[in-house]
C-alpha cells in the first residue's frame, strides 16, 4: 500500500493538503490578512510539488524543471507565514533580517534552478540541491532554537514542533540520494511517504495552531469591546457628574439667597428652622455626590426635604401630593441625582407663585409604570407657561438650564434610548396649569 502512489492514504493526504489550501485562501480573501495568504501558497506549492508522483508522463518534464523551484517557492511562503505568525518584526529584530535574506535568496533560486535544468540538466540539480539542504536544515534549526528561546508562548513551541516534525521527516526522505530508493523500497515504503507524512502531521498542527490564533483574536476583540463600554460608560458617567456639579451651584445658591431674605425680614425663628432644614438637606445632597445616579426612592425622600424648604418660601405654602404606582420597586430604578428637583423648581417659581390667588396652590407628581417605561408626570396649578413666558420674558438659557441638564443627565444614563421628555400647558378657561411628563426605561 505504501508502494504505490495512487494509494488511498497519499490521494488523502494530497487531497486533504489542496482542500486546506482553499480553506486558507478564501480566509485571506474575506480579512486581507497576510498570514492565511502565506500559508495558502505554502500549501499550494507543496501540493503541486507531491502531485509530480500521480501525474501523467507529457506532463513529467515540467517537474524536471519546476521541482526543486517548487521546493524553494514552498519554503520561502513558509518563512514569510512564520515571520507573521510570530511577529519576528518585533520579537526577533536581528534574526529576523536573516528571515528576509532567507526569503530572497530562495524566491532567486527558484528561477536558478530553471536554468540549470536548461543548460545543464536534472543530475546537476540534483547535486546542488544536495549542496543546499544541509546548510537550509542548519539555518532551520538553528532559527527553531532562537524563536523556542527568545519567544515564550504556546504558538511557538506548536510552530516549532509541527515544523520539526516535517522537517525531521523530510531528511529521512532525503536521504535516498545517499542510500538508494531499494532501501526504501525493499521495506515496503516509499522514500517519499516520509514527506507525506510530515505534511500531513504539520498542516494537523500548523491548523490548531491557527484556530488558537483565531480564538485569540476573538477575545482580544471581545475584551476591547467590553474595555470601550467601561470607557464610555466612564464617560458618560463624567458627563453627568459634571451636568450635576452645574446644578448643585444653582439649586444651593437659591436656598442661601432664601435665607438671606428671612434675616432680611428679621424673621429669626423661620431662618433658624430655614437653616436646619436645609443643613440636613445639603448633607444629604453631598453624601449622593459621589455617585451620578441614586434610587428612585431616595430621589423622592431628598426632593420632599427640598419642597418642604420652598413650601417655607411661598406666601400661602403650597400643597404638595405625591402618588405611586405600587407596581414599581422604587429601589431597583435608577435615576440621575436630583433629577426631579428642576422640575418641581420650575412649577414653584414659574407657575404657582405667579398666581395672584395664594391659597388652593398645588403640585401633583404621579410616578407610574407604562409597559416598560416609568412615567413622571408633575402638574401644577400655576398660571401656565405660556402666561408665564408672557410675564416674565424668560430667555431659554435661564429656563431651560435646571431642566435642559436633567433632561441631558437621564438620556446619558439611558444612552439616549426611550428618553421623552414633554412640557405643556393645560391651562383651559378659568383653570390653568403646566404638566410636565418625563418617560424613561424602567430597565
Known sequence: MLLDFNAEIYSWIRGGLFVLFLYHFLIFFQNKNKLYLYYSLYLLALTIYLLQHVISVEFKPFFNYANFSIQFLAYAAYVAFARDLLDTRSH????????????????LLAPIFILIQFFLGYDFQVK???AIVPALTIFTLISYYIILTRINDNFSLYFVVGSLIYVVLANVSFLEVFVGSDFFINNGVQPMFFVY???LLQSIIFSILLGLIIKRIEQKSKN?????????????ELKMTALQSQMNPHFLFNSLNSINNFVLKNDIEKASDYITKFSKLVRVILNSSSSPTSTLSEELDVLLLYVKLEQMRVNGGFDYIVNVDK??????????????????????WHGIMKKENEKNKKIQLSIKKDQSNVVCVIRDNGIGINKAKEINQITQKRRFFGTEATENRIKILH?????????????????????????????
Open 128 to 130: 546542488a540541491f544536495t
Open 415 to 443: 444612552q439616549n434610548k426611550g428618553v421623552h421628555i414633554e412640557t405643556k400647558d393645560i391651562s383651559v378657561g378659568a383653570e390653568t396649569g403646566t404638566q410636565v411628563t418625563i418617560s424613561f426605561p424602567l430597565a
Open 327 to 348: 407596581n414599581l420597586d422604587l429601589e431597583k430604578i435608577k435615576v440621575p441625582t436630583l433629577f426631579l428637583q428642576p422640575f418641581i423648581e420650575n412649577a414653584i
Open 224 to 236: 476591547a469591546e467590553v474595555k470601550l463600554a467601561v470607557k464610555l460608560k466612564e464617560m458618560e
Open 197 to 199: 507524512l510530515g505534511a
Open 92 to 107: 526577533l529584530i536581528k534574526w529576523d533580517k536573516y528571515f528576509e535574506i532567507e526569503i530572497k535568496v530562495l524566491v
